[in-house]
């Protein structure tokens, strides 16, 4: 089983519309959780970071973390074209030093 | 402000050659990791770091080699090169775990 698991994609939704990515994760154990965006041929750049259950929210995104399920997802409200990315959500195994990744979700959003 | 560099930008190898990544931060960040993306795909953790002369294994570690003999520098190298280590390669760096971690512009290595 892999560490942190996600669907590849891609997502569409049109332009406005909420977008829904979705992550989970096998050490219950884990603390942090991160999601990060990665235009095509370029780094990844951090998008939003969570440690407790529940939802937390910055401008257009919101992270939500379920503990129990193991399972974390980023919304993103009105979704623009901009928004076209693949998303990559990342956690640090309990007593371990790692930073490990999902294979990410590409989403695109179309006018 | 710098942040996390990476050199080079873009290599070709041949098979059986060696070579030398190299990353250098100058955020003063204790944490250092090297990652490796094939095309469509994630990021597979290579070696990381915990500070200077601390080093360890990260999922794919097979084939790499890495030093950390200062908090700025994170080298990792390729023994052999092998078609199978054609990737985009990304060195990365936090103040801890469980902490942001800021990326360098990925290095592009083809193995032919």
């Known amino acids: 089983q892999k560490e942190v698991e996600q669907n590849s994609g891609p997502l569409s939704v049109p332009e406005g519309a909420i977008a829904s990515l979705n992550c989970t994760y096998s050490?219950?154990?884990?603390?942090?959780f991160f999601w990060y965006r990665q235009y095509s041929g370029k780094s990844p750049e951090l998008i939003m970071f969570?440690?407790?259950?529940g939802d937390k929210e910055d401008g257009r995104f919101t992270a939500q973390l379920n503990k129990a399920s193991q399972y974390v997802s980023l919304l993103i409200r009105d979704s623009q074209p901009s928004d076209s990315a693949t998303y990559l959500c990342?956690?640090?195994?309990?007593?371990?030093?790692?930073?490990?990744f999902g294979t990410g979700t590409r989403l695109q959003v179309f006018p | 402000n710098a942040g996390v560099t990476q050199t080079p930008k873009f290599r070709i190898l041949k098979i059986g050659q060696s070579m030398t990544l190299q990353c250098t931060q100058d955020?003063?960040?204790?944490?250092m990791y090297w990652y490796r993306q094939d095309p469509g795909m994630g990021l597979k953790l290579i070696y990381y770091?915990?500070?200077?002369?601390?080093?360890d294994k990260g999922e794919v570690p097979n084939g790499y080699n890495v030093s950390r003999s200062t908090t700025e520098d994170f080298p990792l190298r390729l023994e052999l090169a092998a078609p199978s280590q054609t990737s985009v390669y990304f060195c990365?760096?936090?103040?801890?775990?469980?902490?942001?971690?800021?990326f360098g512009q990925g290095t592009r290595l083809t193995v032919v």
């Open positions: 050490d219950r154990g884990s603390q942090s």
């Open positions: 770091s915990v500070g200077a002369g601390i080093t």
């Open positions: 955020m003063n960040h204790n944490y």
């Open positions: 990342a956690s640090d195994p309990l007593n371990t030093d790692k930073l490990i």
């Open positions: 990365a760096s936090s103040t801890t775990g469980g902490t942001e971690a800021f």
């Open positions: 969570i440690y407790s259950n």
